[in-house]
């Protein structure tokens, strides 16, 4: 088994982050985390070269990425909530998904990555309206043909209480993990 890991949070021991760690405690197999914020991933510069090439134009530490996308079981999108919407720096990430993209509607191919699951962790003091968001990644992880996701789970109340004092959020994450390990 196994996870990919797609961590959207700048704070480095935040309640996204204690989040994960109480997710990657609980999995099986191996799992690989992608911090967007510290990784050298540049965002798509819609050069376009997918439109006719397998893979992207950028050389930076996607393509290990998309390596571990082709093989692994399971993808997990974390991330804080800022205007309604995960982290631009995770956007910047998953922007480079456009090859998946490009792959189906341009070359006219069918995407070499197998089904997998999924699930989305969100975490927010503000408004507390993940909806969108969650709208938002569920999309982003259809394009690497992630075709079932585990309903929302997140802690939406991180100026009141922490993540890690959650409990629906930490019932959530072993849930998350029941699920994944399947």
């Not at 997710?23 to 819609?46: M, P, R, W």
């Not at 439109?51 to 993808?75: H, L, P, R, T």
């Not at 789970?153 to 959530?172: H, M, P, R, Y």
Request: one cysteine or more.
């Amino acid at each position: 088994m196994k996870t990919l890991i797609l961590n959207g949070s700048p704070r480095k021991n935040g309640d996204t982050v204690s989040l994960i760690n109480k997710l990657t405690e609980q999995l099986n197999g191996e799992y690989k985390i992608v911090n967007a914020y510290y990784s050298d991933i540049s965002s798509c510069v819609d050069c376009r070269y997918c439109w006719k090439n397998d893979g992207c134009s950028i050389n930076d530490e996607m393509a290990e990425i998309y390596d571990y996308i082709a093989d692994c079981d399971n993808v997990v999108i974390a991330s804080p909530i800022y205007f309604s919407q995960p982290t631009g720096k995770l956007f910047d990430v998953c922007s480079r998904f456009q090859t998946y993209f490009a792959a189906k509607h341009f070359r006219n191919e069918t995407i070499s990555v197998k089904p997998k699951k999924g699930a989305v962790i969100l975490v927010g003091g503000g408004d507390g309206n993940p909806e969108d968001a969650y709208k938002t990644v569920c999309s982003l992880l259809n394009h690497i043909n992630v075709t079932k996701i585990y309903p929302l789970v997140g802690s939406f109340n991180t100026n009141e209480l922490s993540a890690t004092n959650d409990q629906k959020a930490i019932k959530g994450i072993e849930d998350i993990a029941d699920y994944l390990n399947r």
